[in-house]
């Protein structure tokens, strides 16, 4: 069965530093999706970058990008110059042909003014 | 509508009682998903509908939980018999299609709260 892994129930950043939250999978299959969602307190699920499993470059949306290492089956967040409204609990999530979205548990990022 | 929207957005009932949750997707959008969200958890899937199909229902916790879509549109979440481990956040999402490089587009989701 596939799982997905967040290491890191919290982290705190400073406002504008970069901050990077982890997440590992495991899966036997070749062909799938990754994402992060963000949700922030008002509980609306919010995509924030996905990836491509056969797509070995990292996605990049703005301040957001991964590092996918699908050997290692990791696929860390990066957030750049971190923001006051970058605030919220994130999630990473799978999914493959199956069609049901596999989440972790959650990183709840904090910044720090 | 501009997105998914999801009623009550808050539901306060007594244990034993039955409870209905409704979810609206975007238009045109075939894929739609229950998730639910357990305080300080992660979100766990309880059912996708294509169309008005639902093939694996095996995410629903009990037999005390149902859920339909009509007309390709609209969809409902019964709990039965309410239980307080039932409480939570209970969330809803839509894609385009049924395919796994759709992204889903989350609703504001209902808490519920058994008493």
């Known amino acids: 069965a596939q799982t997905v892994t967040q290491s890191q129930p919290e982290m705190s950043v400073q406002e504008a530093e970069t901050v990077t939250l982890s997440c590992t999978y495991d899966t036997s299959e070749s062909d799938y999706y990754l994402f992060w969602y963000k949700q922030p307190p008002s509980r609306q699920m919010i995509l924030v970058i996905r990836?491509?499993?056969?797509?070995?470059q990292n996605a990049t949306e703005n301040r957001f990008s991964v590092n996918f290492q699908k050997a290692a089956k990791s696929f860390s967040l990066k957030i750049s110059d971190s923001q006051l409204g970058d605030a919220a609990m994130y999630f990473c999530a799978y999914r493959n042909r199956d069609d049901k979205i596999i989440f972790g548990k959650g990183t709840r990022l904090h910044i720090l003014p | 509508g501009a997105g998914v929207s999801q009623s009550p957005s808050n539901k306060v009932t007594e244990k034993g009682k039955d409870v209905e949750l409704r979810c609206d997707p975007i238009s045109g959008h075939t894929a739609l998903y229950w998730y639910r969200q357990s305080l300080g958890q992660g979100l766990e899937f309880l059912i996708y509908f294509q169309g008005n199909s639902a093939p694996d229902k095996s995410g629903l916790p009990s037999d005390r939980f149902s859920a339909e879509r009509t007309g390709g549109s609209v969809s409902t979440l019964t709990i039965q018999r309410t239980q307080q481990e039932d409480s939570a956040v209970y969330l809803c999402?839509?894609?385009?299609?049924?395919?796994?490089?759709?992204?889903?587009?989350f609703g504001p989701g209902t808490r519920l709260t058994v008493l």
């Open positions: 999402a839509s894609s385009l299609a049924l395919v796994e490089s759709d992204t889903q587009y």
């Open positions: 990836q491509e499993a056969y797509k070995q």
